[in-house]
């Protein structure tokens, strides 16, 4: 009989709590580094400038989870917000607008889910493709100008929740819920991990996978439309330039959040406190006056560090197990 006690396992305590303890860090070093940072106003601020990339990140966690990616998110942001522009310059009809910019991105991500689950194209080339030709669209249907104005759609920015919580915070929150209770508690988000932990048992187990990863491009669509329209209504504008590398500040917040690359493992929320965190960064480096071209550097540097360590830690896991 064998009765070696199991020793404890840091690595799979740091892959469930890890992003916390980060962002703990994050936030501590914040606080030390300027006394504006722990103020109601900036924390709402820091919320507020998360909201976008965490909706994005709702989308694109459900799609690096079943063993995908999206890097055409953000010019499917500033095509969004075009389109949502144009439609209320024409007429100001807030719902015609709103139901086309996510028609538009339902439509677009579908397609390239197609060429991804059924022509069997590397996610990473169709979507490259679809940034290109999405960004240009953006600039065709804008005529290369900014749509300035959005009417009553800017009202998401302006107008408060109980007087205090931007509804861009709400809608957010509300897209995290919803995207943890379908990952969660039903049967799309079991042949989500499924199809990404081992396509090749998702299949010999009945699992269409792919009818699951049009699915998940799909849902990244709305993610994507639902980006479109709070940055359109944060900037009141709709603008061909915009969402620039959103899809890959989507990647970090997922990848930092304990998302594994190689598919099957990922959180929401944790994807949230990842974007939170990157978030607190930057809030930070503004605060203190260091140049916004020094974030870029960060940034990559995060996601560098946050794939070593999931690396290792997921290695660590195995070789315990």
Do not use: H
Not at 76 to 96: D, F, P, R, S, Y
Not at 229 to 255: C, H, K
Request: with cysteine; charged share 10%; hydrophobic share 55%.
């Amino acid at each position: 009989m064998n009765t070696k006690k199991k020793s404890f396992n840091w690595a799979e305590l740091f892959s469930r709590f890890g992003v916390v303890a980060i962002f703990a860090l994050a936030l501590l070093a914040a606080s030390i580094a300027s006394d504006r940072f722990f103020t109601v106003v900036n924390l709402l601020s820091v919320f507020v400038q998360c909201s976008i990339v965490g909706v994005l990140a709702c989308g694109m966690t459900m799609l690096i989870v079943s063993g995908n990616t999206d890097l055409s998110a953000g010019s499917g942001v500033a095509l969004g917000g075009v389109v949502c522009g144009v439609i209320m310059k024409a007429n100001g009809n807030w719902l015609l607008a709103v139901l086309a910019t996510f028609a538009v991105l339902l439509f677009t991500c579908y397609l390239q889910s197609l060429l991804v689950a059924y022509v069997g194209l590397m996610p990473f080339i169709v979507t490259l493709a679809g940034q290109l030709a999405l960004r240009g669209a953006a600039y065709v249907v804008s005529k290369g100008a900014p749509i300035i104005g959005i009417g009553s759609i800017a009202n998401l920015s302006s107008q408060k929740f109980l007087g205090v919580f931007s509804w861009l915070i709400v809608l957010t929150v509300i897209m995290v819920a919803l995207s943890w209770s379908l990952m969660n508690y039903t049967s799309f988000g079991r042949y989500i991990y499924a199809t990404g932990g081992n396509r090749a048992a998702a299949i010999a187990a009945g699992i269409n996978t792919k009818r699951v990863i049009v699915y998940a491009y799909l849902f990244m669509g709305v993610c994507t439309a639902l980006a479109a329209i709070m940055l359109a209504a944060r900037t009141n504008s709709g603008q061909p330039t915009a969402g620039q590398a959103y899809e890959f500040d989507a990647i970090i917040a997922a990848v930092l959040g304990g998302t594994s690359m190689s598919g099957g493992v990922g959180s929401v929320v944790g994807s949230l406190i990842g974007a939170l965190t990157v978030g607190t960064i930057n809030n930070c480096m503004n605060l203190v006056g260091i140049s916004p071209y020094y974030q870029q550097i960060v940034k990559g540097i995060i996601i560098i560090i946050a794939i070593v360590i999931d690396k290792k830690t997921r290695d660590a896991v195995m070789q315990a197990d």
